[in-house]
């Protein structure tokens, strides 16, 4: 799984459930993006293209966002995405948006852990055939961490 986690807040979090040595999932790999609302739907695409079987996109609290409106761009392009993977048959349990301040250590633990579990009941992703998924799959979460820079 991929989760793209704002700079500010989810990112924060999963520091803080860190260093709070709070237990959860290691199933995913962690993309720093400096605003959910940056989170395009192309990112999303290409993280399932490239072999992830899930998708989170966390972001700050309304009211909380640096950059003021954000998270508000983050639910837009979270609706686009959900509606272009609806497109392609991908199952909608595979996406997920989250709000996570940096102080939800614990939350950040519980979200990972219950979208792991989503996901697996779903099964792998349709998407791209797992023999060329898994070798692949570490060059996706480098193309989508470019992507995001």
């Not at 609302?37 to 293209?49: C, D, Q, Y």
């Not at 102080?103 to 998407?127: C, T, Y």
Request: aromatic content about 10%.
């Amino acid at each position: 799984m991929v989760v793209f986690a704002c700079n500010w807040c989810s990112y924060a979090g999963a520091d803080t459930a860190g260093v709070s040595r709070i237990q959860y999932s290691p199933h995913f790999r962690i993309i720093r993006v400096m605003c959910s609302g940056r989170v395009h739907p192309a990112f999303v695409l290409r993280a399932f293209e490239l072999g992830a079987d899930g998708v989170l996109v966390s972001g700050c609290h309304f009211g909380d966002c640096h950059y003021i409106f954000g998270n508000e761009r983050a639910v837009e392009q979270f609706e686009k995405t959900k509606a272009l993977l609806k497109i392609l048959g991908v199952e909608e349990g595979r996406i997920r948006l989250e709000w996570i301040s940096a102080a939800e250590g614990v939350k950040f633990g519980r979200v990972i852990d219950e979208f792991v579990e989503q996901v697996r009941a779903l099964g792998p992703s349709k998407l791209v055939p797992r023999e060329r998924a898994l070798p692949r799959e570490a060059e996706a979460y480098a193309d989508a961490a470019a992507l995001a820079e």
